[in-house]
T-cell receptor, first 108, second 113 residues
Framework: EDQVTQSPEALRLQEGESSSLNCSYT??????LFWYRQDPGKGPEFLFTLYSAGEEKEKERLKATLTKKESFLHITAPKPEDSATYLC?????????WGAGTKLIIKP | DTAVSQTPKYLVTQMGNDKSIKCEQNLGHDTMYWYKQDSKKFLKIMFSYNNKELIINETVPNRFSPKSPDKAHLNLHINSLELGDSAVYFC????????????FGDGTRLSIL
């Protein structure tokens, strides 16, 4: 069965304290792994797509990496405005399979 | 210009009523989706349309009926609303039914009294 698991459920960091979020998956026929950011009262905002193991993508303080079983979203020197829920999804057949998200809180 | 727009943003109504949510995308995408996000923030696919044809119809009560008048619009009609229907409903679109990122509207928060 296709499945996506994100950890931790919640993460509190001090401003400037780097860390990583994990997304592990099992899927038959991966058609992309997607990272999104969701702010309260808003829809998920697309961040990255990764298609093959070893691929990396970067955007400002965020860097996403992919292996055959998991993806990491590395956050370097985060700022309070990076606080949000980060969602991971994998493409399978005609749909995305979603994880439950990691709520990230960056304290000033 | 908003890429994926939903109306209304908030919907408060009584149990048993019928209501509709509208969605429009101006991205030129072929595929559109409806999701339900519960209180635990988990996104659950409800329906997917590709070029106005239904391609995903998850286990959703038949009180929910999607309608796609053209590939830029996907509306959701809900009959006989129940307390358990309270949630945030998101519309999304993508250029492919899989393998391409989906772009989301800001959601419709449905509250059943």
């Amino acid at each position: 069965e296709d499945q996506v698991t994100q950890s931790p459920e919640a993460l509190r960091l001090q401003e400037g304290e780097s860390s990583s979020l994990n997304c592990s998956y099992t899927v038959s026929g991966l058609r992309g792994l997607f990272w999104y950011r969701q702010d309260p009262g808003k829809g998920p905002e697309f961040l990255f797509t990764l298609y093959s193991a070893g691929e990396e993508k970067e955007k400002e303080r965020l860097k996403a990496t992919l292996t055959k079983k998991e993806s990491f979203l590395h956050i370097t020197a985060p700022k309070p405005e990076d606080s949000a829920t980060y969602l991971c999804a994998v493409g399978s057949n005609y749909q995305l399979i979603w994880g439950a998200g990691t709520k990230l809180i960056i304290k000033p | 210009d908003t890429a994926v727009s939903q109306t209304p943003k908030y919907l408060v109504t009584q149990m048993g009523n019928d209501k509709s949510i509208k969605c429009e995308q101006n991205l030129g995408h072929d595929t559109m989706y409806w999701y339900k996000q519960d209180s635990k923030k988990f996104l659950k696919i409800m329906f997917s349309y590709n070029n106005k044809e239904l391609i995903i119809n998850e286990t959703v009560p038949n009180r929910f009926s999607p309608k796609s008048p053209d590939k830029a619009h996907l509306n959701l009609h809900i009959n006989s609303l129940e307390l358990g229907d309270s949630a945030v409903y998101f519309c999304a679109s993508s250029s492919d039914s899989a393998g391409q990122p989906q772009h989301f509207g800001d959601g419709t928060r449905l509250s059943i009294l």
